[in-house]
């Protein structure tokens, strides 16, 4: 044990030594090697091989800055396919990896001063039992192998996006500091984006396309705009004597609408009124009347469809059920229940809801819904697409949960939801410090937002999307222990 502590003490003493103008050229000429042998023997890996050597470097030297490089690259990764078919973002999944080990090693190496008031968090405990509950289900999945990488895609998200900043932020400083990481890149990404579509005057057909490759289509897109709108409208609001600051802040909120609106995704559209109606829910009290009247709602509304089988009745015209490329004319086809995408999305719903009563208990397995679903499809409710050449999901992230983890894993889920924006408020209103007050209510209204598109979507797991959940997770917990422990002076 010695003798390691002393390799490891003498290369972070070699790594000291050097300067930036050293420590560049050795990266960029490793990093030259490699890519250069990925590009000749066409292998993927070998484009991964540099961030490894960052990372362990990082690790020697200071792990803060690795996490800085984080932030900054989450906005532009691009998602990518590996020979062998699976699908990895570049360069935040190395990243998101490394940091998860550095998290894992930091828990194991420092037990004995890890702060455990913020493991007892009711939040940190549900998440916790969230995903051991997807550990116990991906035992008994049809299609093991995939349960369990899901399992672990799920934990390198976890541990960087909710864990790793109790460590590292600590004051609503700290928290502009990360949001303005993210709000740079991002902000360039939708500029970018922005200045494409307007080549094509900005048309709904070619929403999709202008996205790609920084995302993976509109709707991930237009979702991350509408989620991070609130800590940016958090940072005006923090920054607001400063002129200056004020105006780019501004300036990025009407920038972040315009690419929310002409992303013609209506529920991201419709989430910016969520946002607002959260604002005021979580300002007069009402988190828990809310909460109560969705349950209620959820609950009659399934009984109503499953009672006799009313949904049956819902069932669309296949000929006329098809895509469309005017967006009024796709607002129209919604309220008829004639457009292609939502009448899939229903032609999934109702094969999750038959799966759900075949298996109510475990589930089929996490990210098992793909490769089962067919089986359990009617045709009365088929359209054009019912083949799914995407190989996308259900559309639903709570029902999602409930086929492939059972009812207990929606009732996680939904636990850990409720007790984010039960505490949360009691937070807000509990806390006398006004900066960290905008924070956390940035928080809460990110958390209610994603509550809304979670409904017809399930892309809590893409990047770009879930790391803003889970820093809200962390948010409210890193916040509540801090205003505890002042409570206690």
């Known amino acids: 044990m010695v003798r390691n502590q002393g390799v490891v003490n003498s290369l972070r003493q070699s790594i000291y030594s050097l300067n930036a103008k050293q420590v560049f050229a050795y990266a960029i000429g490793i990093s030259s090697i490699f890519f250069c042998a990925g590009i000749l023997f066409e292998q993927v890996l070998f484009f991964l091989i540099p961030f490894l050597f960052i990372g362990v470097g990082f690790i020697l030297w200071d792990y803060r800055i690795l996490y800085v490089l984080f932030l900054l690259t989450i906005p532009f990764s691009i998602e990518i396919y590996l020979p062998n078919g699976l699908g990895t973002d570049l360069p935040s999944e190395p990243i998101m990896l ?17 702060d455990y008031s913020y493991l007892y968090n009711p939040i940190t405990i549900l998440l916790i039992l969230h995903i051991s509950w997807i550990g116990i289900t991906a035992i008994g999945a049809q299609h093991t192998v995939v349960s369990f990488k899901y399992l672990l895609a799920k934990i390198w998200y976890v541990v960087p996006f909710f ?8 004051s609503h400083l700290e928290s502009k500091k990360a949001i303005y990481l993210l709000l740079f890149p991002l902000m360039a990404a939708v500029l970018w984006v922005l200045v494409r579509h307007a080549g094509y005057n900005f048309s709904f057909r070619t929403s999709n396309t202008v996205v790609y490759p920084i995302f993976r289509n509109h709707v991930s897109y237009a979702a991350i705009l509408v989620m991070f709108l609130p800590f940016v409208y958090a940072l005006r609001q923090l920054d607001i004597k400063n002129k200056t600051r004020k105006l780019f802040l501004s300036l990025c909120i009407i920038i972040l609408v315009v690419g929310i609106y002409f992303s013609y995704t209506r529920a991201a559209q419709a989430s910016i009124i ?216």
């Open 274 to 489: 969520i946002a607002i109606a959260a604002y005021w829910m979580v300002k007069w009290k009402l988190t828990k009347p809310a909460v109560a009247i969705g349950v209620i709602g959820l609950f009659l509304g399934v009984g109503y469809l499953v009672n006799d089988k009313k949904y049956l009745e819902y069932a669309p015209d296949y000929q006329s059920t098809v895509s469309h490329f005017n967006y009024d004319n796709l607002l129209a086809a919604t309220y008829k229940l004639e457009d292609i995408s939502t009448m899939e999305r229903v032609h999934r719903w109702v094969a999750g809801g038959r799966m759900l009563a075949d298996k109510p208990w475990l589930g089929f397995g996490p990210a098992n819904f793909y490769n089962t679903y067919q089986d359990y499809t009617l045709n009365e409710f088929k359209t054009y697409v019912s083949n799914n050449p995407e190989k996308s999901g259900i559309h639903n992230y709570y029902l999602m949960i409930a086929v492939e983890q059972g009812v207990f894993g929606l009732l996680i889920f939904l636990s850990l939801l409720i007790a984010a924006l039960v505490r949360g408020e009691s937070l807000y209103h509990r806390m006398k410090d006004e900066k960290s007050k905008i924070i956390v209510m940035a928080a809460l209204i990110c958390i209610v937002v994603s509550c809304a598109i979670l409904l017809i979507n399930d892309m809590l797991e893409a990047d770009k999307v879930g790391p803003i959940f889970f820093f809200s997770l962390s948010v409210l917990v890193a916040y509540d222990v801090i205003d505890r422990r002042k409570q206690l002076q």
């Open 163 to 170: 864990f790793m900043p109790f460590k590292l932020i600590r």
């Open 98 to 114: 490394a940091i998860t080990g550095i998290g894992l090693l930091l828990f194991i190496s420092k037990i004995k001063e890890i």
